[in-house]
């Protein structure tokens, strides 16, 4: 019984997760259409949100699915079950009718577990090994307090926060003597805002987490999350300084790298330059008033979605399943 | 040097040393970076014979005992280290998106688009000035 049980919540979720991504892929023109008009630190949360999405949004779609069953447990009057005849399959913690899922359901089921489990690994295994280069780069490199960094004495100019939960600015000599001292202090306010903001734990999760997605919606929503994240932090540092002196501390960074290239194709991240100098020359996106009211009707509805999700649910297994 | 090889804590501690005393026997290292740490002195013999075989350290012997040195400089290690970083993050461009650089490692901006952009600022801070 309890690997039929467990077979079938693992169905339930990775259908979740299919369906929500298979979704948010069909949006993506229209959501990256609506997002892009957001200030900066608010589209990196729902960015955050749709990268997630396909994992988080299928827990709590599970969670409501099994709501009404919960409630019939601590509740006897609300126990719904002996209404169904004994052929409906019961998405139910009490009523556990036995399922026996046809083997080659249970193969693909599994083997979706597995694929997801291994989506889920490779990006931490990849920022595990980065990570211990990062270490020993922090060991290596000396702490100049007045800065609050590690500085490092090579010619590569450099400027990073690495790490998740106690997250370090690293930065280079050539960096720190090649910027003007306002360059410098909009450099550091930048970097400073990354480690408020948790910015490399934000997107390790996210990388994570977004394993259900297809690799094109994936590499595009990823791609948006570290420009809204790099555009959130120069909104920060044009706190301090003023968004044109944020534009030309960036142009002068710019500078200081070696190998200009001849104008091609834009690349990966390289085009994410001129995206932050247009935003910073424009004027700041506003940012409404209150959210809360919209969390509020989104956490409504959800509940509301409970019962009927329990039955779609249901009806979506048996036809699976017998 | 093909791969700088990975330090851990101790070992980095000692090669600091190094990089800030130039010389030094056992005795010595024990006193300065061991005792400190409340590590013993078999425990820095173990590390700096370590730090040896991997190439970072060499030694003279002198009387009974031997006097070591680093055998690559602070600066020039660091920078092994971060071109190899450097490597690893063009092999997996991703990884790039895991670290927040202030502006990109591994790719630049085209040139002409560049000097369009430097244009626009120029024009624009020039502008604020003459307004106030």
Not at chain 1, 209 to 217: D, E, K, N, Y
Request: charged share 20%; net charge neutral; proline share 6%.
């Amino acid at each position: 019984m309890s690997s039929s049980l467990g077979l079938t919540l693992l169905l339930t979720l990775l259908g979740f997760a299919l369906l929500i991504s298979a979704l948010v892929a069909l949006a993506l023109p229209l959501l990256r259409a609506r997002l892009a008009l957001q200030a900066p630190h608010l589209r990196a949360r729902w960015l955050w949100l749709l990268l997630t999405a396909p994992s988080l949004l299928a827990l709590v779609f599970l969670g409501l699915a099994l709501l009404p069953s919960i409630a019939g447990l601590v509740f006897p009057a609300l126990d719904h079950c002996t209404t169904h005849h004994d052929a409906h399959l019961h998405l139910c913690v009490s009523h556990w009718s036995l399922t026996a899922a046809p083997r080659w359901l249970g193969l693909l089921v599994t083997s979706g577990g597995a694929l997801a489990l291994l989506g889920m690994l490779h990006p931490l295994l990849s920022y595990r090994k980065q990570r211990q280069r990062m270490c020993q780069l922090e060991r290596i490199a000396q702490h100049d307090p007045a800065l609050s960094a590690y500085v490092l004495d090579v010619e590569r100019p450099l400027a990073l926060v690495t790490g998740l939960l106690q997250p370090r600015l690293l930065l280079s000599l050539s960096m720190i003597r090649g910027l003007s001292p306002n360059a410098l202090q909009v450099m550091l306010a930048h970097e400073r805002a990354h480690i408020e903001r948790r910015d490399n734990l934000r997107k390790l999760l996210a990388r994570v987490l977004s394993f259900a997605h297809l690799p094109g919606v994936r590499a595009r929503l990823m791609d948006d999350l570290v420009l809204a994240c790099e555009q959130a932090c120069d909104e920060r540092a044009a706190q301090v300084l003023g968004r044109t002196h944020v534009a030309r501390a960036l142009l002068d960074a710019e500078r200081l790298c070696p190998q200009h290239r001849p104008q091609t194709a834009a690349s990966h991240f390289g085009a994410m330059l001129e995206p932050r100098i247009l935003a910073l020359l424009a004027p700041p996106v506003p940012t409404p008033r209150s959210e809360r009211y919209v969390w509020f009707i989104l956490c409504t509805g959800l509940i509301l979605l409970a019962d009927p999700l329990h039955h779609i649910t249901e009806n979506a297994l048996c036809f699976l399943l017998r | 040097m093909p791969h700088p090889p990975l330090l851990g804590e101790l070992e980095a501690a000692v090669m600091d040393y190094f990089w800030s005393e130039a010389r030094a026997d056992v005795k010595s290292l024990h006193k300065e970076v061991g005792v400190p740490r409340g590590v013993t002195a078999n425990t820095i013999q173990s590390t700096v014979k370590r730090l040896y075989e991997k190439g970072l350290l060499r030694r003279d012997k002198v009387s009974h005992a031997y006097i070591y040195q680093a055998r690559v400089d602070r600066a020039e290690f660091q920078r092994q280290v971060l071109e190899e970083v450097i490597a690893h993050i063009s092999s997996e461009p991703h990884d790039d998106a895991l670290l927040s650089a202030f502006v990109d490692m591994t790719e630049r901006a085209g040139r002409e688009r560049l000097e369009q952009l430097e244009a626009l600022v120029t024009a624009r801070l020039e502008a604020e000035e003459e307004s106030h």
